[in-house]
């Protein structure tokens, strides 16, 4: 019951209090001390105001949001390589690629809408899908071929495809030449990679990597699909640079049936990036470290802005433990349950000064909250979203919020205006204009023509003209027009299993349940379907440690412990385990490593040391 903790305000009591604590903050606290997380699940016109009240109004570039447990690897060697942290082609063009890899993602569990476009291209265009995963899918019984490497050594066998790619002569050398720099250093890079050497390291047999590279290598059109088994670890970047190298070498960017998609998974998480809900960019990617960026915005809003880039969301959390941030606002998002080592996140969080939580639900996270301000859901409210094809959507309000419940972007400014900030919008159709203006992405494309088509793909190359769907054909948004190719160097998991701790840890989501299941947990329908956590173990583990289907085990790693039933599945491999990190009751992420790739700033939660044992009677 939430009032056995908790009493109701009315609004102008809860944002007072809120901004007045805020500003207790700010006046009383030295360096930064405050934060924000923003949402990828709200609107475009909500992201863009929560980061700009973060930069404006706490004086800092404290805001992030899932993003940096998803993509953030991803975003970062696609800046570094092509200048963008968008994808080059949508879901839809593999109808035209000859071959298509899917890598550390799950499609029909994750992306089902992605999953039937290449199903459909699989059955009616003759497509040849390659999966690398070392967990089996549904995907694997229709791929082509199925590569199940071992957890963590995506480098070793992506270097290796890209050794035969480059010395059996399947680069595409003219497109090299025109498009990108850093090739001889690439190819001098990856000599040493032979399969013959990495084949012992991935375990994936020499030939088997020779005719992977050699079908991809030759294929007219191919596109690279990754999620977050790519991205989610301490070589995350690298992972992602190995397979923008792929595509770069073999000309397989810019033209129809081509392309690098690093599969979104939140629905607005690619329109909360573009608009700056990042702590080290200005909406359009535009770095802080560009000081001509930062005048550029100082002027744009008419006010003093930080220079020098923010936390990312563990650094905060990190920060947080430490006491050196004391206040945090909270929209929309779950790290409580979300953020790796939970434990500590959230002891983090109880020292907080104040907490401040705006949600549709209360949250795990809205359990340790001062202040919880009621929001608004997707179908409750107007506003646009950009999916992960680049598509710019016009969201539009299909029933009101329930009880008092108000829409983001006016508890946004009305925070705002109790701190201190003149903001008088009237709604999100004056939000988008200001954020249009300061994004050259969408600059073509008006809220006028949103409301008249519904969606339009960004870029635009007019206002009247449709968008471009497949992009980068001629040249990219670099100073050299050209994509830069970024070797990468074989980096071993942060850590690895012994003997005390054997099994290596994998995490993710369910078909059924979506991220921590803030909003999915509440659905009967998909309750009946999974209504518990289990452990996934392979059949062989399964026979080893005695255990019997739906037994209750301990599954322990170096940050503490769960009780949870054993399942076995048929696609997990040996000496691995899986864990949907979704269950309030038995909490994942309470198990996972906070350790962070050196680029990217993301959490190794997609790989840890593990053991798993038999409950004592």
Known sequence: NPLSHFREASWDEALELAAKRLKSIMKKSPGK???????????????????????TGFNNNNVDHCTRMCHASSVTALMEAIGTGAVTAPVSEVKNADVAIVIGARPTQNHPVAATFMKNAIKNNGLKLIIMDPREQDLSRIATKHLKFKPGKDVALLNA??????????????????????????KKHVKDFTPEEMAPICGIPEDEIRETARLFGNAKSAMIFWGMGISQHIHGTDNSRCLIALALTTGNVGRPGTGLHPLRGQNNV??????????????DYQPISIPENVKFFENYWNTKLDPNPGLTVVEIMESIYEKKIKGLYVMGENPAMSDPNANHAREALARLDTLIVQDIFLTETAYLADIVLPASAFPEKNGTFTNTDRRVQMGRKAVDPPGEAKQDWWIIQELAKRIGLDWNYNGPDEIYDELRNCMDSIKNISWERLVREDAVTY????????????????????????????????????????KNYPLVLTTGRLLEHWHTGSMTMRSKILNNIEPEPYVHISRSDMKSYDFEQNELVTLRTRRGKIEVKVRFDKMIPEGMVFMPFCFENAPANLLTNQALDPDGKIPELKYCAAKIEKISA
């Open 33 to 55: 001390p405050l934060a924000g997380f923003g949402c990828a699940k709200g609107s475009n016109e909500e992201a863009y105001l929560f980061q700009k009240l973060i930069r």
């Open 161 to 186: 495809i890209l050794n035969v790619i480059v010395y059996e002569g399947l680069v595409d050398r003219q497109y090299i030449e025109k498009n990108t720099e850093g090739y001889l250093d690439l």
């Open 270 to 283: 690619q329109g909360a990036s573009d608009v700056g809900l990042i702590p080290m960019v200005f909406p």
């Open 459 to 498: 870029p635009c190359d007019g206002e009247d003209k449709p968008g471009n769907e497949v992009i980068f054909g001629e040249g990219f948004p670099t100073k050299s027009k050209k994509g830069r190719l970024v070797p990468a160097n074989l980096i071993s998991p942060a850590e690895v299993p012994n």
